[in-house]
């Protein structure tokens, strides 16, 4: 945990000159924060069911249809997209399990609610980072970039509302 919060103080340190949001904003985010979590853990919830099942399907149809559906991966994907996605869903499975775990906290304004939510950050970009260089795509690197400054930005726009235990 203590390199979390060294990645912490420099992530601060570096969103630190941006312009701040409004304060009653920054409150009113802070406040909510916890039940905000629990529609996007609930909707995740879902999605991580329906990725199963999709990928389920999936490989059961490729048993059936065998190499047509494997060259054509390969091909289109570069042969790791399939080792790709069972990455994305099980760092999609552990980022909904801490996200879930940040809900009390959250509701509590305890800085653990904060931390929880900076460390599923964190795994949320690192899955997006993993997952465009397995699949060798250029730009969802730049996608991965784009939604680590703005959820980092958000994120730390609240972090002064929490306070430690």
Known sequence: MESLHKL???????????????ENW???LAENAWWLTLIGV????????ALF?????????????????????????????MTSVWISLALMVVTVVIEALAIS??????????????LALV???VSNVVSAVLNVEVMSLVGAA?????????????RSHFKKA
């Open 123 to 125: 795994i949320g970009i």
């Open 53 to 81: 099942a999709s990928l389920s399907l999936f490989t059961a149809t490729t048993g059936l249809y065998g190499q047509v559906i494997n060259d054509a991966i390969a091909q289109t994907h570069g042969g790791l997209w």
């Open 146 to 158: 784009i939604s680590a400054v703005i959820g980092s930005y958000v994120l730390f726009e609240l």
């Open 42 to 49: 609930v909707l995740s919830v879902f999605a991580v069911f």
């Open 8 to 22: 912490e103080d420099m992530v601060g340190e570096w969103l630190k000159p941006l312009p701040h949001l409004p």
């Open 26 to 28: 920054r409150k009113w």
């Open 105 to 118: 906290p959250l509701k509590a304004m305890s800085k653990k609610g904060w931390d929880l939510m900076f």
